[in-house]
T-cell receptor, first 115, second 109 residues
Framework: DAGITQSPRHKVTETGTPVTLRCHQT?????MYWYRQDPGHGLRLIHY???????DKGEVSDGYSVSRSKTEDFLLTLESATSSQTSVYFC??????????????FGPGTRLTVL | DAKTTQPPSMDCAEGRAANLPCNHS???????VYWYRQIHSQGPQYIIH???NNETNEMASLIITEDRKSSTLILPHATLRDTAVYYC??????????FGAGTRLTVKP
């Protein structure tokens, strides 16, 4: 399995509070991704990064921000959590992103509940 | 929206081949077909991918029709541990992987 860890694995928070989720990789892969998974929607891309300090929006980026100050870490921040952001969040990595013949490897996920 | 159509569920007997179909009638020439699976609530796991030719690896085989409008993932000897949701994804850009609802495969003893 690719060396990807996510922290925390579970979190319960209240509406309006800030939340930061961390993805850490030991593979030195250039690309990192954040997805959310909700019943009836499959996985949806929130943001991705193509290098240190280089990020871009995905399909469902509203309400989320990301940062990547080191190759190995990709942070997802909910500035003011809402109940609609209750979800399971997955991080993924890939060696290259611009060519489709490159696979993504996923972390174990973080289950976030916003009350 | 996902560019693929998959049956919502399938059953397979343990030890038999599991054949999971996927329709992607609007696929364009530079788009690959990817298969991932998700076991229970774990992160998705890469299985296989292909462009035009059939592909095989240690996990599965991917059969793509000549017109590329459909494909089949084959697990040659399904085990109980293959019970999972299987996702067929069509993309030319690794930054645009659209996971749909997938097929829930249940392998039965």
């Amino acid at each position: 399995d690719a060396g990807i860890t996510q922290s925390p694995r579970h979190k319960v928070t209240e509406t309006g509070t800030p939340v930061t989720l961390r993805c850490h990789q030991t593979e030195n892969h250039r690309y990192m991704y954040w997805y959310r998974q909700d019943p009836g929607h499959g996985l949806r891309l929130i943001h991705y990064s193509y290098g240190v300090k280089d990020t871009d929006k995905g399909e469902v980026s509203d309400g989320y921000s990301v940062s990547r100050s080191k190759t190995e870490d990709f942070l997802l921040t909910l500035e003011s959590a809402t109940s609609s952001q209750t979800s399971v969040y997955f991080c993924a990595i890939s060696e290259e992103g611009i060519y489709a013949a490159d696979t993504q490897y996923f972390g174990p996920g973080t289950r976030l509940t916003v009350l | 929206d996902a560019k693929t159509t998959q049956p919502p569920s399938m059953d397979c007997a343990e030890g038999r081949a599991a054949n999971l179909p996927c329709n992607h009638s609007t696929i364009s020439g530079n788009e690959y077909v990817y298969w991932y699976r998700q076991i229970h609530s774990q992160g998705p796991q890469y299985i296989i991918h292909g462009l035009k030719n059939n592909e095989t690896n240690e996990m599965a085989s991917l059969i793509i029709t000549e017109d590329r409008k459909s494909s089949t993932l084959i697990l040659p000897h399904a085990t109980l541990r293959d019970t999972a949701v299987y996702y067929c994804i069509v993309t030319f850009n690794n930054n645009d992987m659209r996971f749909g609802a997938g097929t829930r495969l249940t392998v039965k003893p």
